[in-house]
């Protein structure tokens, strides 16, 4: 099993739909993150949290929302789907500099 | 806060040619610097990473980078191009201090084609 699981893969959704997008780690990390990557603008930090007491918003939360229901587990929701956050999501764990990605989620918003 | 600017969207070289991707950070606190290599359809890969030990750092398939923090560079070089490299490589930079800890930012990506 991967060390980082994202759940779907790929997913088309509706314009105005509620989504989640779910992330479980075995890497036993207390630092869990979110980022959704576009083309020309690399890989920007939606959300990121320190432990299960502690989430923090990142450069572009607007439109997300996240749980941590647990250590290993953290989910990203958009409340109401827009096309432009049609993207690639991918969740990352770290422990000091080592960070460990998921294979990512591929979304699309029609 | 810390940043990164990677200097061409699109490189493009010869099989066999020399690779050279430019990276530059911002950083209040000493950084940690990383580049990532993501095939098409495919996840992040870690070629290397430079954490306040050897100034030049070798990774995954010859690539190498050297942090230079008199320029705020962290280049990616590799001697020699194969066509397997064609990819997008990408360079992030984190801190292990200040309210920035821990978070990884990374540049907008530098797409390599290799021509044969």
């Known amino acids: 099993d991967a060390d980082v699981t994202q759940t779907p893969r790929n997913r088309i959704t509706k314009t105005g739909k509620r989504i989640m997008l779910e992330c479980s780690q075995t890497?036993?990390?207390?630092?869990m993150y979110w980022y959704r990557q576009d083309p020309g603008l690399g890989l920007r930090l939606i959300y990121y949290?320190?432990?299960?007491?502690?989430?923090n918003k990142g450069e572009i939360s607007d439109g997300y929302s996240v749980s941590r229901q647990a250590q290993a587990k953290f989910s990203l929701s958009l409340e109401s789907a827009i096309p432009n956050q049609t993207a690639l999501y991918f969740c990352?764990?770290?422990?000091?500099?080592?960070?460990?990605f998921g294979s990512g989620t591929r979304l699309t918003v029609v | 806060a810390q940043s990164v600017t990677q200097l061409g969207s699109h490189v493009s070289v010869s099989e066999g040619a020399l690779v050279l991707l430019r990276c530059n950070y911002s950083?209040?606190?000493?950084?940690?610097l990383f580049w990532y290599v993501q095939y098409p359809n495919q996840g992040l890969q870690l070629l290397l990473k430079?954490?306040?030990?050897?100034?030049l750092v070798k990774g995954i398939n010859d690539f190498e980078a050297e942090f230079k923090k008199s320029e705020t560079s962290f280049h990616l070089t590799k001697p020699s191009a194969h066509m397997s490299d064609a990819a997008e490589y990408f360079c992030?930079?984190?801190?292990?201090?200040?309210?920035?800890?821990?978070?990884?930012?990374f540049g907008q990506g530098t797409i390599l084609t290799v021509h044969p």
């Open positions: 950083s209040s606190v000493p950084p940690y």
């Open positions: 990352a764990t770290s422990s000091g500099w080592a960070y460990t």
């Open positions: 890497k036993g990390h207390d630092r």
């Open positions: 992030a930079v984190s801190v292990m201090g200040g309210t920035s800890y821990g978070k990884l930012t």
């Open positions: 949290s320190f432990d299960v007491k502690d989430i």
């Open positions: 430079y954490t306040s030990a050897a100034t």
